[in-house]
């Protein structure tokens, strides 16, 4: 899947930001991310900054466009790309560049939760056209304008399973960590394998799985079965490789729900539930508006919320439905629906059966909930017509903290 290997551009980047004094003061968080791979699984759609490399059909020169402006929390946007194709030598001056128009924009200072930069396009007016002259007056000189650039299809961007890589005689394997957490005697038995079959190195993706690379065709299928007693299979149900969660009130001080059991039990309860179930979705978990869970970015999303049963407050989610990365790129959309912890995967169910039963041929999840509107999507997943719940009590304000 790599058009070239951008890993010296990282640790170019990576040099530049970190512990340079000129970047000490930036306004919040910021994300950035260079990748070679065309599926795009390093998400640059909801970074700060994003380069995804591509060849100029015109001449073959590998080059990458540039995103900015992508995030999530509670105003979600994804990136805006810009018409501009960044050659090799030129991505990391054009990452400073962007540093600097982050680090100066004043206007990011105004409001800590609204200081990110994809408040200047959201709330300060600027366009594409704006960004990227400003990008090129601090460049000085003026990009080559960008050519068309195919998104990826609607993948799960995990790398599971077994796959060749660039170089004759190797093979790296994606093994899935249920819930993404892994344990200390999980960590050993990769590192171990990654020793035994390969050259030691193991990498962790932002789907929460792991990847063991540079292994030879003959010792994958040993790797395999290592891995796979070791709890972490190089496959399994959509539900398995699509669920991501956050990390909840176990350790997060801003989560309202605890995450990362609930999400084990309800990715073990739908297998169990819809076992014929093989269709492409991803379902996450976040435990609060801040999205650490990304349930903008999901087929099916839950954000974690509190509701009051017998005069007792209990875990409970509110649906967030049809989003996506890559060709279909979309943010979910909240759907007035808000249900106990205890209910969501039957709730989940009674969607994907209706899905199941009634999509037109070929038809992904996140197109059939495109077509549909939110009350009968709420319908689906309530069991019958019920009136849209606010996703936040009317005047509420959000947790202390939590970033925008």
Known sequence: EEVVDASPLVFEATRLLNGNPDFYNLPRKYKVTITGCRTWC????????????????????????????????????????????????????????????????????????????????????????????????????????????????????????????????????????????????????????????????????????????????????????ELAQAGLPTGGSPFRRGTIACTGTEFCKLALTETKEFSRRLVEDLERRLPSFHEHVKLHVTGCPNSCGQHWIADIGVEGKKLKIDGALVDAYYF???????AGQAVARPIGLRVPATEVASAVERLLRAYLAERHAGETFRAFAARHDDATLRAWLAGGSVPAAERDPAGGLLPAGVDA
């Open 320 to 326: 967030c439905v049809g989003g996506a990365l890559g």
């Open 42 to 225: 390093s998400y640059p759609e909801i970074n700060d900054v994003g380069l995804t490399a591509l060849r100029h059909p015109a001449s073959g020169e590998p080059g990458f466009s540039l995103r900015v402006g992508g995030g999530l929390s509670t105003d979600p946007r994804l990136a805006e790309r810009l018409d501009a194709f960044v050659r090799w030598h030129q991505a990391v001056p054009v990452v400073r560049a962007v540093t600097e128009i982050f680090r100066d924009s004043d206007v990011l200072r105004e409001h800590r939760e609204k200081a990110r930069l994809k408040f200047l396009f959201l709330r300060h007016g600027w366009t594409a056209e704006r960004f990227l002259a400003e990008v090129e007056a601090r460049l000085g000189y003026a990009l080559d304008r960008a050519p068309q650039e195919p998104r990826p299809e609607e993948v799960y961007r995990d790398h599971v399973g077994i796959h060749p890589q660039r170089q004759p005689d190797l093979c790296y394997a994606g093994a899935t960590v249920l819930r993404g957490r892994l344990t200390a005697a999980q960590l050993r038995a990769v590192a171990d394998a990654a020793e035994r079959h390969g050259d030691g190195q193991a990498r962790t993706t932002t789907m929460q799985n792991v990847v063991v690379v540079n292994v030879r065709r003959e010792r994958v299928g040993a790797l395999a079965r």
